[in-house]
T-cell receptor
Framework: NAGVIQTPRHKVTGKGQEATLWCEPI?????VFWYRQTIVQGLEFLTY????????DSGMPKERFSAQMPNQSHSTLKIQSTQPQDSAVYLC????????????FGSGTRLLVI | GQQVQQSPTSLVLQEGENAELQCNFS?????MQWFYQRPGGSLISVFY???GTKQSGRLTSTTVIKERRSSLHISSSQITDSGTYLC??????????FGKGTHLHVLP
């Protein structure tokens, strides 16, 4: 069990560029979550998939952020036209199912927008 | 809105001292979890503890659902315990809300 795998570990983009972050959940886990962590805001919920279907994206900034889960082995978080305020650590987590919120987190992608 | 309050915000201990970290929730919760994070590191689950008391080595977690609180006790603290401890609550089946964390520094 390699745990939740996130790539890349670090990403630097110029303002206005696109950034795509990848997450591979633990095999067999049906729930996948994306969070964002900053010093000021702490951990913020972004979006959640259950059995690959988007269930709740209430934490996602509407205009430039999107997330997909095309198959059970990976999810992507895409940020278009990145802004400096998007700089954060983006964390992916998975859990076995939605009746058990015992999360396992990945190591995160540290995004820096300059 | 739903809130998770952690105390203390930071804690400095001498090696060997005990630590008591508190977490209080503003609403009823389904479950809660304690995480540990080193600076720049990932979140590592310490306890998934929906209710009652769990112990692992020098760490003990106690959750009292009806009082909307949970605690994490670290006995005989070690320098390697330094880092941030976050508690998180789940109010429904999936959405987890995190506290701001307790920053623990254990000095030699």
């Amino acid at each position: 069990n390699a745990g939740v795998i996130q790539t890349p570990r670090h990403k630097v983009t110029g303002k206005g560029q696109e950034a795509t972050l990848w997450c591979e959940p633990i095999s067999g886990h049906s729930a996948v979550f994306w969070y964002r962590q900053t010093i000021v805001q702490g951990l913020e919920f972004l979006t959640y998939f259950r059995n690959q279907a988007p269930i709740d994206d209430s934490g996602m900034p509407k205009e430039r952020f999107s997330a997909q889960m095309p198959n059970q082995s990976h999810s992507t978080l895409k940020i278009q036209s990145t802004q400096p305020q998007d700089s954060a650590v983006y964390l992916c987590a998975s859990s076995l199912d939605t009746s058990n919120s015992d999360y396992t987190f990945g190591s995160g992608t540290r995004l820096l927008v300059i | 809105g739903q809130q998770v309050q952690q105390s203390p915000t930071s804690l400095v201990l001498q090696e060997g001292e005990n630590a008591e970290l508190q977490c209080n929730f503003s609403t009823s919760l389904n479950s809660m979890q304690w995480f540990y994070q080193r600076p720049g590191g990932s979140l590592i689950s310490v306890f998934y503890n929906p209710s009652g008391t769990k112990q692992s080595g020098r760490l003990t977690s106690t959750t009292v659902i009806k009082e909307r609180r949970s605690s994490l006790h670290i006995s005989s603290s070690q320098i390697t315990d330094s880092g941030t401890y976050l508690c998180a609550m789940a109010t429904n089946a999936y959405k987890v809300i995190f506290g701001k964390g307790t920053h623990l520094h254990v000095l030699p």
